[in-house]
T-cell receptor
Framework: GAVVSQHPSWVICKSGTSVKIECRSL??????MFWYRQFPKQSLMLMAT?????????EQGVEKDKFLINHASLTLSTLTVTSAHPEDSSFYIC????????????????FGPGTRLTVT | EDQVTQSPEALRLQEGESSSLNCSYT??????LFWYRQDPGKGPEFLFT???AGEEKEKERLKATLTKKESFLHITAPKPEDSATYLC??????????????FGQGTILTVHP
């Protein structure tokens, strides 16, 4: 259980074009999805948090007009990199969080396999 | 400021040589501490979540423990297939964090046959 998929797994695009990356939770409903980027030999940096049916919350320093996030359903979130430039080349990873209630509220996060974006 | 620090940055072991990875944290309030394994070019794979000091969880050759200031990931008799980057992340309680994770820099584990 708790499988998250991403599509595409890798993409090469030309500078100035836009690229859309999909993140799907396959066997659970995700009220919250997260988008991270990871540069070589570095850890994951959170870009934004998206909740189904509402606007995404972006981390400080992340341009919301450049990285458009849509969380249209409980199983799908998309990240669109607009007017991509070579410095946007990175490994983009999404995670999905199934909301569970036990003794206290907590969130677990399951990650997708990542999307390698190369902008030429 | 919330901080997560992992040590060592890299660890080389011989097959069968047990060891521990450390994750120390300074946060305003801990909701949970997570351990993930990441192979090159792939997304993190969930290993454990720990919520309370004194809690322990095990999975095959891995055992995670938690205190009020740090967590350890113990690897018993490792095999070459345990080679990966191990990531520690904390989730802060309260506020508007919406469950976001703050990651440490990771420990690169290499197990030689």
């Amino acid at each position: 259980g708790a499988v998250v998929s991403q599509h595409p797994s890798w993409v090469i695009c030309k500078s100035g074009t836009s690229v859309k990356i999909e993140c799907r939770s396959l066997d659970f409903q995700a009220t919250t999805m997260f988008w991270y980027r990871q540069f070589p030999k570095q850890s994951l940096m959170l870009m934004a948090t998206s909740n189904e049916g509402s606007k995404a919350t972006y981390e400080q320093g992340v341009e919301k007009d450049k990285f458009l996030i849509n969380h249209a359903s409980l199983t799908l979130s998309t990240l669109t990199v607009t007017s991509a430039h070579p410095e946007d080349s990175s490994f983009y990873i999404c995670s999905a969080s199934p909301l569970r209630y036990r003794d206290r509220l907590f969130y677990e996060q399951y990650f997708g396999p990542g999307t390698r974006l190369t902008v030429t | 400021e919330d901080q997560v620090t992992q040590s060592p940055e890299a660890l080389r072991l011989q097959e069968g040589e047990s060891s521990s990875l450390n994750c120390s944290y300074t946060v305003s309030g801990l909701r949970g501490l997570f351990w993930y394994r990441q192979d090159p070019g792939k997304g993190p794979e969930f290993l454990f979540t720990l919520y309370s000091a004194g809690e322990e969880k095990e999975k095959e050759r891995l055992k995670a423990t938690l205190t009020k200031k740090e967590s350890f990931l113990h690897i018993t008799a490792p095999k070459p297939e345990d080679s990966a980057t191990y990531l520690c992340a904390v989730q802060i309680a309260g506020g508007t964090s919406y469950g976001k994770l703050t990651f440490g820099q990771g420990t690169i584990l290499t197990v030689h046959p």
